[in-house]
T-cell receptor, first 114, second 113 residues
Framework: NAGVTQTPKFQVLKTGQSMTLQCAQDMNHNSMYWYRQDPGMGLRLIYY???????DKGEVPNGYNVSRLNKREFSLRLESAAPSQTSVYFC?????????????FGEGSWLTVV | AQSVSQHNHHVILSEAASLELGCNYS??????LFWYVQYPGQHLQLLLK??????LVKGIKGFEAEFIKSKFSFNLRKPSVQWSDTAEYFC???????????FGTGTRLQVFP
């Protein structure tokens, strides 16, 4: 029972490089999320997807793109990485709109942009 | 716009002291509310959640929270903290209609023996 799986766990990028963070869940959840966590700022929502085929901006979407490839997978892409995107990224999933659902988190991806 | 405020950024307590961490949310519709804890070097762990019903919610490790709808608040409490409660605590609000989940900026709790 894997839950929410994120890859890679660690990555170092040079400024201007691109990369994709992958996230997959095996709980048949409708909603998926991407957050970044920075000291003193909590978890800030980048993008979320309330169902397959839909995505919505969160609090800090600039510099990121997402794809809800299918119900299981929700990827986050940095097209041209900047040092300000150095952070810990968390993927999460939940049953979907309507409340009453527990949110499950991945273990995080540590990204450093130099 | 949906938002969550945690007014205590850093709290320092001695063991056996009582704890109350404030959380206020801003959202016009129905919300589900959560408290998460993050121990040093670890990922988020759910402490407790409120969906409906009794506004006093009990969670793991002796924590509880009270939902006060008129004050848009969901404060976390523990009668007697332990050194092992040293961690960062996050309040979160989930929109019932859109499933958008927003976190507060967190409260760092340090408990000294």
């Amino acid at each position: 029972n894997a839950g929410v799986t994120q890859t890679p766990k660690f990555q170092v990028l040079k400024t201007g490089q691109s990369m994709t963070l992958q996230c997959a869940q095996d709980m048949n959840h409708n909603s998926m999320y991407w957050y970044r966590q920075d000291p003193g700022m909590g978890l800030r929502l980048i993008y979320y997807s309330a169902s397959e085929g839909t995505t919505d901006k969160g609090e800090v979407p600039n510099g990121y793109n997402v794809s809800r490839l299918n119900k299981r997978e929700f990827s986050l892409r940095l097209e041209s990485a900047a040092p300000s995107q150095t952070s810990v990224y968390f993927c999460a999933s939940s049953g979907g709109p309507g409340g009453g659902n527990t949110i499950y988190f991945g273990e995080g991806s540590w990204l450093t942009v130099v | 716009a949906q938002s969550v405020s945690q007014h205590n950024h850093h709290v320092i307590l001695s063991e056996a002291a009582s704890l109350e961490l404030g959380c206020n949310y801003s959202y016009g519709g129905t919300v589900n509310l959560f408290w998460y804890v993050q121990y040093p070097g670890q990922h988020l762990q759910l402490l407790l959640k409120y969906f409906s019903g009794d506004p006093l919610v009990k969670g793991i490790k002796g924590f509880e929270a009270e939902f006060i709808k008129s004050k848009f608040s969901f404060n976390l409490r523990k009668p007697s903290v332990q050194w092992s409660d040293t961690a960062e605590y996050f309040c979160a609000a989930l929109s019932y209609n859109t499933d958008k989940l927003i976190f507060g900026t967190g409260t760092r709790l340090q408990v000294f023996p």
